[in-house]
């Protein structure tokens, strides 16, 4: 199971429009993408307790952008983590990821 965050933020950090078109877009704006991909889930981060139902074997591309929103300077959204509902995101997935195996 691989879970990313994806922000506004982060894309417009490196200038893109948010289409999923830019040819330098990386995960951290737009998550991992792919037509092949179909172990891929596009989600809004949840609230610190609510459950997310990973599963083993799929990526999941989680848009925090109401989370993370703050950043500035030269590391942009990518500092900008500290909270209880991301804590709680990565704190899943490695629940469901000892639940599988």
């Given at each position: 199971?691989?879970?990313?965050?994806?922000?506004?933020?982060?894309?417009?950090?490196?200038?893109?429009?948010?289409?999923?078109?830019?040819?330098?877009?990386?995960?951290?704006?737009?998550?991992?993408?792919?037509?092949?991909?179909?172990?891929?889930?596009?989600?809004?981060?949840?609230?610190?307790?609510?459950?997310?139902?990973?599963k083993?074997?799929?990526?999941?591309?989680?848009?925090?952008?109401?989370?993370?929103?703050?950043?500035?300077?030269?590391?942009?959204?990518?500092?900008?983590?500290?909270?209880?509902?991301?804590?709680?995101?990565?704190?899943?997935?490695?629940?469901a990821?000892?639940?599988?195996?």
């Amino acid at each position: 199971m691989v879970v990313t965050t994806c922000t506004k933020e982060c894309a417009r950090c490196h200038n893109h429009d948010n289409t999923r078109t830019a040819p330098s877009a990386g995960v951290g704006a737009f998550g991992i993408q792919g037509t092949a991909l179909a172990i891929t889930h596009d989600l809004r981060v949840l609230n610190a307790s609510g459950e997310c139902g990973f599963k083993a074997g799929q990526i999941y591309n989680v848009d925090a952008s109401r989370i993370i929103c703050h950043g500035g300077g030269a590391f942009g959204a990518h500092c900008d983590i500290a909270y209880p509902e991301i804590a709680h995101l990565y704190w899943q997935s490695a629940l469901a990821a000892m639940a599988s195996a």
